[in-house]
């Protein structure tokens, strides 16, 4: 019933700038839905090239509570976060650094829907 999207404000970033990361999320049924749309249920994570995982919006953050929403068919719902440009690890157990230039995807999800992968790149 959901299709899960993940976009960025623009495709090229300098080192240093905060992109806005979005997750997007569609009811393509032709009923209206009810869903829990907490920020437990759903994360955005950047990846890099060679497929490391370099941050996550969940990793840095209290859980979350209930959130319902009544999702209507063809109307997307959008989360955005503003992104530091900097790793992180789950329970911010590692130092955060300074993610480089170089060619990154940026992924969401809700529950185990999960997006296509929106390239993007950082410039010195």
Known sequence: MLTVGAEI???EHRVGERPVLRLVVTNIS???CIRDLDSARQEIVVWGAGGARI???ND????G???LRTLVPGQPVAFAVRWAGRTSSPGCAAPRTEV???EYNVMSRVD???SAATAFRRVP
């Open 9 to 11: 404000d623009r495709p």
């Open 65 to 67: 509570s209930t959130d």
């Open 112 to 114: 185990d829907a999960i």
């Open 55 to 57: 941050w996550s919006s």
């Open 100 to 102: 480089p230039a170089g």
């Open 30 to 32: 032709d009923q209206p």
């Open 60 to 63: 840095c953050v209290n859980a």
